[in-house]
DNA sequence: GAGTGGTCTAGACCACTCC
DNA sequence: GAGTGGTCTAGACCACTCC
């Protein structure tokens, strides 16, 4: 049993870690020792309370953020146990499309081929969550990374939740920027496809000929709303995604 | 402002929310609503704990979990603060391609084409952190949903960090799953292109026609120690990542 | 009924900032 | 010195599990 310092005792001039870190370390060690391995039950809150002679609370709230990070699991009225081995999710990081561009060294450009309020159609609306034939705004983007473009941007806007969007201007700012300042609690949710261009990309694009693009399309949720939606496409021989 | 169930008015049957979590749909609703836009100085945990009739301990930890949550920003001495618009990366989350097929309810099955020591040739060599012509660990698996092939797996795996890997049984863990489970501290990088089929491809995952293809290049890395790196191919037509 | 974790309180002391 | 957030305590009541 280590030695916890209390909180009191101490000098000011080297201010100890707080009790409950130093309960959270305790657990650490005892797990990466291999001591208290997978699915172990580890002493009660009242036996920690009682062996390290430190409050149920803050002796809760180690746990409990422990818990949180996935290091423990605990059930009401049972125990606590160390967690399982966890089946990582892995995560792909997407960056917003001018900081990637940035961080190659390129410059970022975005031609607007059009931005304009029109009918929704059938696919979009059930994307939207709108009704086939409601007004929606639409925009259409081409991103050039130093003057070759690098991604295609055909994105459907809520016009009740952003009216502003048709008058934004997009040439310093890209619409993910824009939506993001605008709701701080944006989610997205993703599907990444690959397809071969069609004509339509190439022509946007400047593909000469046909080529594999990577498709994502994104959905940006504030709440059960959707406010936007876009399909993404990158030609798979000009950029990659890290 | 609203009205705060307490714990002990409440009948049994219809458990209320937590005091601390209905504390904290109270500010994200305030949040959300503009009423408290970024930057915004929010009321202190003493005013709280006055205007709603709550202990602070209870504030405290609303406050505290949407902090860290990246909701608030709290300085001592200072204030609360409503933090500034994050320009958030947007992750793409990867499950194992058994758990995507799993969840898309198929039934998940490995081939495993070979599982082999080989000399490592430059390009592979460079990924690796090893000398061209270092013996490596070499696998190639395909993945099967429902008998359909909708992922090529290359992997190469450093012999010295995983030296009982062509013992290893794929038909049942995969290899990601196996890493995982033996490194906990795994950390992974990837990139991600899109290309279109070869002969190669086209061969092991039985593709009729050249087709396009979501290629991820897949590091795993333990501290700065390359584990194992690997080419994942899925066929575009038969596979989405979500 | 004994033991577990989940929540909440009222009060305390503290470090820090601003004036 | 007044106000802020950070931590900690001792005690309480509760829901839940297991026997």
Known sequence: MPHFISQKDDRPYSPPKPLYEQVKSYVLKNMESGEWPAYFQLPSEHTLVREMGISRMTIHRALRELTQAGYLERIQGVGTFVAAPKKQRKAIELSEIDDIIRRRGGRHQCDVHFLQEEPIDNDAAAMMAMTSGEEVYRSYFVHRDNGLPVMLEDRYVHPKFMPEYL??????????????????????SHVVQAAVSNAEINHFLELETTTACIVINRKSWLGDDVISAARLVFPGNRIQLT
């Open 167 to 188: 008058e934004s201007d997009f040439t310093h700012l890209t619409a993910d920027t824009l939506l993001s300042q605008k709701f701080a609690l944006l989610s997205h």
